[in-house]
C-alpha cells in the first residue's frame, strides 16, 4: 500500500451508553471467569433477568457490570480493579473465587469489589446481587456515560528525535495532572523495546501477548499483560524488537485500543518512526498526534513529509502538534522559518538538556519525577495543559508536581508541594 493512498478510516467512536440493543433498559455484564462450570452458573442467573444482557466477548462497548474470578495470585487482579472501577462512573465490579480466606475478602472490598461470591456458587444470592445492582443502575440520576478514552499518538520525525523520552514524561504528566484520572503508555514502536527501560520496570508481559491471538482478547488477559508502574500509571510494552521476530498485525491494533480506551482515560502510544500500517490504525483512532522533531535539517524533511501526509490523509490539523525537541535559544529564527516550511502556526519546544534527559533515561526515572524543577520539565506542564488537562494556575502546578513526587513514593500527593 503506498502512504500516499492511505486514507483514514472513520470509526465509530463507540459514544453510545451502558446499555444495548436500543434498548435503555437492559445493561450489560462482563464475564470474566476460568471456570467453565462456574461461568455457566453467572451465565444463567444474568440471562434470565430481564434487565441485564451478557456481553458478547467481540463487542467493545464497555459492561457496566464485571464479575470476575480471581486467578491464583489475586494482588495484580485488586489493582487492576481499581482502575476499572474509577474508569468509569456507575462501573462495578462482582467477584468469585474458590478462596474465601479473610485476606482476599478484604482486599476485595478495599479494592473496590461491590459482591464477592464464595464457590461453589449460590444462584439465590446471585440473583438478590444482580437485583440490587439493577436497582442501583436505574436509580442514577443522569444518564451512564460510556468511557472512551483520548489517544495521544507520538510518531518521531526520524529515529532518535526523543519520542519515548517525550512519551514517557507526558504519560506520567497526565497522570499526575488529575488525580483519579487513568493512563496507559503503550509502547507500539516494533523496533524499539525501550518502554520497561526507561521507566525501570520488570515486565514478564507485553502487546504481542494481546496482539498474539484476538480471540483471547478481553479484560481478563488485559489484566495480566498490564504492568503498574511505582506512580500508578500502566504500561505495556511492546514485546518485539529489531532482533526479534514476529509483528503486530494492522488488525489487532483497533480492539486492542478499543479495550484500553474502555478502561483508562488516557491511552498514550509511543510509535517510533515508521509509519508502518499498525501505526496508521493508532493514527486514525488517536484524538491528539505528537510529531516529534527537531531542528535538524534531515529530521525537519521527514517532519513535513509526514504532515503532508497527514493532511493529504484528511486527518483534522486541529488534532496534530508538532514538538522539536533538543532545542537552543539561539536557534529562535531557526524555529520560526520551520514553523513556516511546514505550515504550522505553533509548536512545542523542548530544550536540549542532555544530561538531565540521559540521566533520567539511565537511572530509569523519568524528568518530571527525577527533575520536575528543571526547564525541560516545565516543557511537559504546557503541553498536557494544552491538551486541556493542566491549570494556569501556579499554585495546580506545584500541585502536579507534588502528586507525582508523591505517586513516585507511594503516598498521596502532598496538598503543600512548592515550586522554588
Ligand atoms: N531534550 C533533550 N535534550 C537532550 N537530549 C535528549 C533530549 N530528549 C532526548 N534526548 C536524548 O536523545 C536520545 C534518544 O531519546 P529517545 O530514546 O527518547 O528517542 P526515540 O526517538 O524514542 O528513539 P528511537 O527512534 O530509537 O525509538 C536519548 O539519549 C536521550 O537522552
Ligand atoms: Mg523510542
Known sequence: MSQQSWKPVRLNDGKSGGSKGGSSSQFLVDLVIYNPEVKKTFQEVVDAHPSLQVKDPNDPTVARLVILEL????????????????AVEGREVFLTSPRTDSQVL???LRAGAKEFFPQPI?????GVALEKFVTRCQQATKEHTKKVGNILCLLGGKGGVGTTTVAVNLGLGLHGASPGRSVVLVELNQHGGDLAIFLDVQSNHSLRDLGSDLTRLDLALLTRVLTKHSSGMHILPSGYDDLSS???????????????QSVFDHVVVDCGHVLDLPTKKVLEMASTIIVMSTLIVPVIHRTKKILDLLRNSGIDGKKVRVVFNRFSTQEQEVLRETEETLK????FVIPNDYPTASDSINN???????APRMPITKVFHD???DLGFGSDDPKEQANWMGRLRGMMNGRAASKTAQVS
Open 364 to 370: 530509569g526515572t523519568p524528568m518530571v519525577l527525577s
Open 246 to 260: 514476529g509483528r503486530i498485525s494492522p488488525e489487532s491494533v483497533e480492539p486492542i485500543l478499543k479495550l484500553l
Open 71 to 86: 486467578d491464583e495470585d489475586p494482588s495484580e487482579s485488586f489493582s487492576f480493579i481499581e482502575t476499572v472501577v474509577q
Open 106 to 108: 478484604l482486599e476485595a
Open 122 to 126: 449460590q444462584e439465590s444470592e446471585v
Open 383 to 385: 503541553i498536557v495543559k
Open 344 to 347: 504550522i502556526d505553533s509548536s
